[in-house]
């Protein structure tokens, strides 16, 4: 039976552990060694951990050492490390078995590594024992000072919060093995912030220790310190910055900054003007800094509203003041904020008061009519200059200015200085019943000073006009009628306004007494009128003529004759008038049937005269000048062909544009740069030739009047007339029917290289026709 013997080192102390022999069977004892480390064998293998400080300074750092005891030492074993880190990290003594540390270790990096040990027969090649694990710790050292992760911290409290009020917990954290003694064991204080702020030292909760005042100072900088191994010599430290800011609460009233303001205005001004600003001062912000402003005494004139974007107090007219009356005023106005918590009213107790003086400023005022508006009453029909009333103005200012009145367009009424009232014309009731008029007052030291009061006038009622026919009877009686037949009804009418109801009275006049025809008063204003005899003639008496009298019942009472006229008709076998005014009806509506057909009839044949004569002077305009649609001058074709040649003159002969006597001569070109010079110069130097153009005018003037066809009338010809004043020629082709076959264009091959292509071209060409 065989034993690895594990030797490590603890905290870099060799201890030499003794061999325990284990049986080969699958049974593991576990025996405590008196130093507290652990064997475990298994298999014939001891195996161990090893605990190895982070951070050796030393470049190879022995661990421990393996060795089996079937080795004797004839150095016939070769030991062997396999696993992470094994040959990098951790090397072995193939011979010894030694394992060492090749790199420094960080624990935080990497606490444990799991190695694999075997050793190898170097005689035979083979494995002595089986494969076995082992463990090696890296032990911690205090190498982590402690950091805060959430920097930097920012905290809002509340000012004049009390003592003890928590304000924010800070947390660090440290990289270092916390059950490894006090590496890892954190205490807070605080380095800056004392004496409004402390600190648990285990929690790290920071609290107010006295209380604060946003308005003195709104923010503190706070600097916490953490310490691991709990604060002993030697520890590791990391400090943290927060940022407390003082929230604002309602704790300041608001203050007037002035005692007392002065103010002005006008006893012109209208109600809601606005006359002044006062202003307050609230050391808090946001929404305790909103202000209500009102005023302390109850005043009826003036008033006071609160600009909510600016916090100020606008005074404003509650009613209209009057210098006359009280020319200057005195309000106390005060401020507070409107929203107070329970707990702070304390600091509210008294609100902040100012006085206003308030100076009224006379202005010149119109006019003041003692009454809204007048009414009066006058009779109709009286007397030109009768009195109707008085209306009466005041200057209400100190000056007491005399009244001027007027009235503006009116015919029947005048106004005298007094105000009173007067008619100028007749009143009928009938005709106006009320008259509105406008009366204006006007100062006569300032005539801009004017005002104006409405006047209705009631014309009262006269009984002066009779009673009359509601209506234009048309009446009927049949040849054939009886003694006491009913003819016809009739009913009147008054124009007059009667206190009571209207009551009319009828009756024959005397002159009827005889008559064929009586009337009866049905007592509710109308009257029937009846037959006083049998039988009538359409032969002797075709038309009676009643006189009927209507009196009224006002006082005093009026009486009107009126005149009904009554047709005798024949009836027939009906025996009813109504058969007369239907015949009448339909010999009227005949006689208007043909009185429109005649009326059309003249209509049509006036509008045909006037469509045949308007056709006559059309005809007659367009046989006078038919050639007028025509063009007179000659048509020109413009095409766009270049190079065309001789064929261009078959579009058009450009001769017949210009006048025979204006013809321009064909000059050949010159061969010379100076006489190109020259013409260059004399292009520039001369101008349009007058007599060339009078000349053009004159015989294009000439053609004109005698040409036969040419309306009788003056028209604007226009001509596209260039001038005989170009002396290069024209670069048209146009001309190439009479330009000169031997032309020669030597003379291109000395104006310089750039017109020796053309002089290529056109030598060419000369030489090809030649």
């Not at 060694?33 to 982070?54: K, T, Y």
């Not at 000012?159 to 807070?188: C, F, H, K, W």
């Not at 001004?269 to 912000?285: E, L």
Request: aromatic letters at 10%; charged letters at 25%.
């Amino acid at each position: 039976m065989n034993c690895w013997l594990l030797l490590p080192f603890m905290l870099g102390i060799p201890l030499l552990w003794p061999c325990i022999i284990a049986a080969e069977n699958s049974k593991t004892e576990e025996v405590r060694h008196p130093a507290g480390s652990h064997l475990r064998i298994r298999r014939g293998w001891m195996w161990n951990q090893f605990f190895v400080p982070e951070e050796m300074n030393k470049t190879r750092h022995h661990i421990g050492q393996l060795r089996s005891d079937l080795d004797n030492g004839n150095n016939s074993f070769q030991y062997k490390l396999l696993g992470v880190g094994a040959g990098s990290i951790f090397v072995i003594d193939e011979r010894t078995g030694d394992i060492y540390a090749e790199q420094k270790l960080d624990r935080e990096e990497r606490s444990l590594y799991t190695l694999r040990a075997q050793v190898i027969d170097t005689n035979t090649g083979r494995a002595v024992e089986p494969e076995s694990e082992f463990v090696i710790r890296v032990s911690d050292i205090n190498d982590n000072e402690p950091k805060f992760l959430d920097e930097p911290y920012e905290a809002i409290v509340p000012e004049m919060s009390p003592e003890g009020t928590l304000v924010i917990q800070v947390t660090a954290s440290d990289a270092d093995d916390p059950s490894s003694g006090n590496n890892a064991r954190l205490v807070y204080s605080l380095l800056q912030g004392q004496p409004y702020f402390s600190i648990e030292p285990t929690t790290g909760k920071i609290r107010i220790s006295s209380k604060m005042d946003r308005e003195l100072q709104d923010e503190y900088w706070v600097i916490i310190q953490a310490k691991d191994m709990i604060g002993l010599p030697g520890a590791l430290s990391g400090t943290a910055s927060v940022l407390v800011k003082l929230s604002d609460v309602n704790d300041n009233k608001p203050i007037f900054k002035d005692s007392l303001y002065r103010l002005t205005v006008s006893e012109s001004a209208p109600v809601g003007t606005s006359i002044g600003k006062i202003m307050a001062y609230d050391s808090d912000i946001g929404e305790n800094a909103e202000m209500d402003y009102s005023i302390e005494d109850d005043s009826r004139t003036f008033d006071v509203i609160t600009n909510n974007e600016t916090q100020e107090g606008i005074i404003i007219l509650k009613k209209k003041v009057n210098f006359e009356d009280q020319n200057h005023y005195r309000i106390r106005a005060k401020v507070k904020n409107p929203q107070v918590d329970e707990q702070l009213r304390e600091y509210h107790t008294e609100a902040s008061t100012t006085v206003i003086k308030i100076q009224v400023e006379d202005v010149d005022e119109p006019p003041v009519f003692l009454l809204q508006y007048y009414i009066f009453e006058i009779f109709e029909e009286c007397p030109h200059g009768s009195s109707v009333g008085t209306v009466s103005a005041t200057d209400p200012d100190q000056r007491k200015s005399p009244i001027g009145y007027s009235i503006a367009r009116s015919e029947v009424f005048s106004v005298d200085d007094n105000g009173t009232i007067f008619t100028t014309n007749r009143l009928d009731r009938e005709t106006s019943a009320w008259y509105n008029l406008s009366v204006t007052a006007t100062e006569k030291y300032n005539i801009t000073q004017i005002s104006s009061v409405p006047v209705y006038v009631q014309v009262l009622n006269i009984n002066d006009h009779a009673p009359e026919f509601s209506e234009y009877y048309e009446t009927y009686v049949c040849e054939n009628a009886v003694s006491g037949q009913v003819i016809q009804t009739i009913s009147a009418v008054d124009r007059d306004e009667s206190i009571e109801h209207h009551h009319f009275y009828f009756n024959l006049s005397v002159e009827e007494n005889n008559s064929s025809f009586t009337i009866l008063d049905n007592q509710d204003n109308t009257a029937v009128i009846l037959t006083n005899r049998t039988g009538f003639s359409l032969q002797e008496e075709p038309i009676f003529y009643v006189s009927i009298l209507i009196a009224d019942n006002g006082i005093p009472s009026l009486t009107s004759t009126n005149t009904l006229t009554i047709h005798v008709c024949d009836c027939g076998d009906a025996d009813s008038p109504q058969t007369c005014s239907h015949k009448d009806f339909m010999l009227s509506m005949a006689f208007r049937a043909e009185v429109i057909t005649a009326i059309l009839i003249c209509i049509m044949i006036i509008f045909g005269f006037v469509f045949l004569n308007l056709g006559l002077k059309q005809r007659r305009k367009q046989t006078l000048f038919p050639e007028k649609s025509e063009d007179f001058r000659e048509n020109i074709f413009r095409y766009d062909d270049e190079g065309g040649g001789e064929a261009d003159t078959e579009a058009f002969d450009i001769v017949q544009l210009r006048g025979s006597a204006l013809m321009r001569g064909r000059k050949p070109r010159r061969a010379a740069r100076a006489e190109m010079r020259s013409l260059y110069r004399q292009s520039l130097q001369g101008g349009p030739d007058s007599s060339v153009f009078r000349k053009f005018i004159l015989e294009k003037l000439e053609e004109a009047d005698t040409d036969p066809c040419a309306p009788p009338f003056d028209s604007l010809q226009t001509y596209a007339f260039e001038g005989t004043g170009s002396l290069a020629g024209s670069l048209s082709s146009l001309d190439s029917a009479v330009s000169d076959h031997d032309e020669n264009y030597d003379y291109l091959n000395q104006l310089g290289p750039r017109f020796k292509r053309l002089a290529c071209m056109f030598g060419s060409a000369v030489q090809s026709k030649n």
